[in-house]
């Protein structure tokens, strides 16, 4: 069951309509024990991004006080806050949904699409098109691949290849995922050094293997395409074991 919260309110069906039809941002967490993974990484996401889009920064200590009024007594979920244009000043709109986990392993199907700004986690663009396309097809989700024939994410997480025990993530233009971010932060303490090279398509199969990451969690790369690709279990477990190292901040 899904909680909606505009301003701290659950809106009625018209007002709900009316804000879901303005233009908007947004940043998606896991909460565990009322806890977040990288909680001044989505704020500084939202604020970044509302400066950029609506002119003006967000209240940090508000959000986090929109958040735990959306949960109530909730400990364990799923939380996206969104940020939507209503009039003269935007709107911060909270959901809280069941908690969830990535589910591993992923096939991909590439396809030729950037998202417009992609550097914005936006409310409105076609990736979801192309994900529903993907998984008819039997994959997944769909790997984004540039007109200049560049990899860059796929419609709900960042990609990333292992070069031997090394994390190598696409350089083209996409979202930073939080996720991204935290692994490049505790892989970088731990002495490892993740960097961005321009990945082809035709790269892919050279790697080691291939994981994706968001909120949800890190998951492996079974197949992209119809070609199957390395299964980097030691790195996979390296991986895994950076990502559960990182601390998790209270609401």
């Known amino acids: 069951m899904t909680t909606i919260e505009i301003d701290g309110v659950r809106p009625d069906a018209e007002r709900l309509l009316s804000v879901l039809s303005g233009f908007g941002h947004f940043t998606a967490m896991q909460i565990r024990d009322r806890r977040t993974r990288g909680l001044d990484l989505h704020v500084t996401r939202l604020d970044a991004a509302n400066r950029e ?4 920064g967000i209240d940090a200590d508000r959000v986090r006080d929109l958040i735990r009024h959306a949960l109530g007594g909730i400990t364990e979920a799923s939380v996206r806050v969104y940020v939507y244009e209503d009039g003269e000043h935007p709107v911060t709109m909270v959901t809280v949904k069941p908690p969830a986990e990535i589910s591993s392993p992923q096939r991909l199907r590439s396809v030729r699409y950037q998202r417009p700004l992609a550097h914005i986690k936006q409310v409105t663009t076609d ?3 192309h994900r529903r396309v993907a998984q008819r097809a039997g994959a997944d989700d769909a790997l984004l691949v540039t007109d200049d024939d560049r990899v ?3 419609t709900m997480t960042n990609i990333g290849f292992f070069d031997g025990s090394d994390v190598i993530w696409p ?3 996409m979202l930073r995922g939080i996720t991204m971010q935290l692994l490049d932060r505790v892989l970088t303490e731990a002495g490892a050094k993740p960097r961005q090279q321009v990945v082809r398509p035709a790269d892919v199969v050279t790697f080691d293997g291939a994981f994706l990451s968001n909120a949800r969690g890190v998951a492996v790369v079974l197949a992209l395409d119809e070609v199957a690709l390395p299964l980097p279990e030691a790195p996979m477990r ?4 950076s ?3 990182v601390p998790w901040d209270r609401i």
Do not use: I
């Not at 889009?53 to 003006?56: D, K």
């Not at 390296?238 to 074991?241: G, I, N, P, S, V």
């Open 243 to 245: 990502y559960a190292s």
């Open 238 to 241: 390296r991986l895994a074991a």
């Open 171 to 173: 350089d083209a233009p």
């Open 152 to 154: 860059s994410e796929t």
């Open 127 to 129: 990736q979801g098109h």
């Open 53 to 56: 889009t609506f002119g003006e």
